[in-house]
């Protein structure tokens, strides 16, 4: 937990409050582009009082993938503006407890560190283990479990037979014949195909299977 920055959105009041007690983190109080800033440091943790700043700053604030606490006077704020927030970010409602937030940015640092942690990148593709997702260019698609094993089965191989995909997914026997392996491979080069326009996102070549040859 060291060298962690906190970001305070819309009141340098509370960024003030913050310093003035021993939480033990690096406060600032972000005024004026505060997008540009803090995209680049490893440990941000961004508290945000949306209704004290513009709508559309706040919006591209939670596309961003930092963990953020979202401090609301208003109950029915996000539900209002259709917004939904990331599973490593979250919101409390005021007024709250100063003295909590350290264990409450433990707990947002912890979440998000498990969520990062389950994240792959295949060539253009990220991979999301946890909400067995695979995503490119804004676009995100859900995968079976067992769709998501035979990605990761390949990741970074230079090439597998069917027995062995067999054996590692299904846990099926060398010397069992089994179309499933031929099943759930069409339909997840037509789900990549359908939602990404890639025709090479599995090949196979003398027997042997690769994902995303160059």
Same mark, same amino acid.
């Given at each position: 937990m060291k060298n962690?920055?906190?970001?305070v959105y819309g009141s340098d009041i509370f960024a003030?409050?913050?310093k003035e007690t021993d939480i033990e983190y690096s406060i600032f109080f972000k005024k004026d582009n505060f997008l540009e %800033?803090?995209?680049?440091? /490893?440990?941000?943790?961004?508290?945000?009082?949306?209704?004290?700043?513009k709508f559309s700053e706040f919006k591209r604030l939670l596309q961003k993938d930092i963990p953020t606490l979202v401090l609301l006077h208003d109950k029915n704020f996000l539900k209002v503006n259709k917004l939904?927030?990331?599973s490593f970010h979250q919101s409390l409602f005021l007024p709250i407890d100063i003295f909590s937030l350290k264990e409450i940015i433990k707990i947002i640092i912890s979440k998000h560190?498990?969520?990062?942690?389950?994240?792959t990148i295949i060539d253009v593709y990220e991979l999301d283990s946890n909400q067995k997702i695979i995503s490119? %260019?804004?676009?995100?698609? /859900?995968?079976?479990?067992k769709e998501l094993s035979l990605i990761l089965a390949l990741k970074n191989k230079e090439g597998l037979k069917k027995s062995f995909l067999l054996k590692k997914v299904w846990n099926y026997n060398d010397n069992l014949e089994s179309h499933a392996f031929e099943t759930h491979l069409h339909r997840?080069?037509?789900?990549?195909k359908k939602h990404f326009k890639d025709n090479k996102f599995i090949v196979e070549n003398n027997s042997l299977y690769y994902?995303?040859?160059k």
């Open positions: 962690i920055h906190l970001y003030t409050l913050l %800033d803090d995209n680049d440091l /490893k440990d941000v943790i961004r508290i945000v009082f949306p209704e004290k700043i939904s927030l990331l560190n498990f969520f990062k942690n389950s994240k490119r %260019d804004g676009i995100a698609v /859900k995968l079976t479990e997840l080069r037509g789900k990549i994902l995303c040859p």
